[in-house]
């Protein structure tokens, strides 16, 4: 498809280049804080907390870091008692967005995103305004150079994938939620770990921004993300890429 993906796009903005990694890193632990609380703290009897896991290897955080989060948890010391809240709304040109976030004070943080939204040509909704646009999924990332686009494809559907969309940069593997453990344990069984993985919101329709829009929709999206609560932001956009070129040009 023709240009830029925002799915993908903000996945690849949210790990990669515009983030510092002392804040990558801290919004890992708390999803494992998180992950470990609401179960066992053993990766090997609780699904959430291996993903939480994976997730911060794969963004390159510290073995020590991981293994001291998990044991914050299993060791009963007083943290932070983060939980895990969802916002909806619409951005400039009815975009939706849906903005997953991990905090200790829900007020504050509603707050701060409401905020962004409306500083923003946006508006913050009720919960389940703008979800139903958006499918629920699983979602694994390898590189190209791992297998050909058949063979990964064949390797996913046989682990119970429902589709494999393959560029010349990577493989993305998307399967029901309820099958997420089982794919990625065959996938990592077979190829090794993947770059990206985890549950994420997936548009079943994209709206189509011009360069005014985009460039507002950009900052909206940058504002949330600097929100040290804000764990991931998805929304229903598509920007050309000649405008995206221009917007992040220098």
């Not at 990558?24 to 632990?29: D, Q």
């Not at 829900?106 to 958006?134: C, D, I, P, Q, Y």
């Not at 921004?209 to 985009?214: H, K, R």
Request: glycine share 8%.
């Amino acid at each position: 498809m023709a240009g830029h993906s925002q799915f993908k796009n903000i996945m690849h903005r949210k790990g990669a280049q515009d983030k510092k990694r002392a804040k990558i890193f801290a919004r890992h632990t708390r999803e494992i804080m998180v992950a470990a609380r609401s179960g066992l703290p053993d990766p090997e009897q609780n699904s959430t907390l291996r993903n939480a896991i994976m997730a911060a290897r794969a963004a390159n955080m510290p073995k020590d870091n991981i293994d001291r989060a998990v044991k914050r948890v299993a060791g009963g010391e007083d943290v932070a008692n983060y939980e895990d809240v969802r916002y909806e709304g619409y951005g400039p040109a009815g975009v939706a967005v849906i903005v997953d976030a991990s905090t200790d004070n829900r007020n504050r943080t509603a707050s701060e995103v409401r905020t962004a939204f409306s500083k923003l040509g946006g508006n913050l909704g009720e919960t389940g305004s703008v979800s139903f646009m958006f499918d629920r999924v699983g979602s694994l990332t390898y590189p190209a150079s791992v297998a050909d686009a058949d063979t990964m494809f064949e390797a996913a559907v046989e682990a119970g994938a429902d589709n494999v969309e393959s560029t010349d940069d990577d493989h993305e593997i998307i399967c029901d939620p309820g099958d997420f453990a089982d794919v990625r344990d065959a996938l990592i069984e077979k190829f090794g770990p993947p770059t990206e993985l985890g549950l994420q919101w997936k548009p079943q329709n994209t709206i189509s921004l011009n360069e005014d829009q985009a460039s507002t929709m950009l900052k909206l999206i940058d504002t949330l993300d600097d929100n040290d609560d804000v764990q991931n932001v998805s929304a229903n956009f598509e920007i050309d890429d000649e405008i995206m070129a221009k917007l992040t040009a220098g």
